[in-house]
């Protein structure tokens, strides 16, 4: 997980702040399911957002991540992207 705040140059109305917290469960040798909860506190007048993001994620070579991954919320007033991304990491 992680957290972050941001000091605004504004006050206390120009803070921002965030965090996420994510889980990861083997399926077999090379497959993992993973969930992520992601909250963003944006400056001015949007609430916060809450983002939930189920992926799989397949590792065929050690170095070697493919993933696939579906992010969703409610009331999404700050129109953050949602829907289906997928990735490719080489971890070196």
Avoid: C, M
Avoid at 48 to 77: K, M, Q, T
Wanted: no cysteine; proline share 12%.
């Amino acid at each position: 997980g992680e957290f972050l705040y941001r000091v605004g140059a504004q006050g206390p109305d120009g803070d921002e702040w965030g965090l996420f917290v994510q889980g990861a469960v083997p399926l077999g040798p090379r497959l993992f399911a993973l969930a992520r909860y992601e909250f963003f506190a944006p400056r001015g007048p949007f609430p916060g957002v809450h983002l939930w993001v189920p992926a799989l994620a397949f590792r065929p070579l050690p170095p070697l991540i493919i993933r696939a991954e579906y992010s969703f919320s409610y009331d999404n007033v700050a129109k953050i992207p949602e829907g289906f991304a997928t990735s490719i990491a080489l971890l070196f």
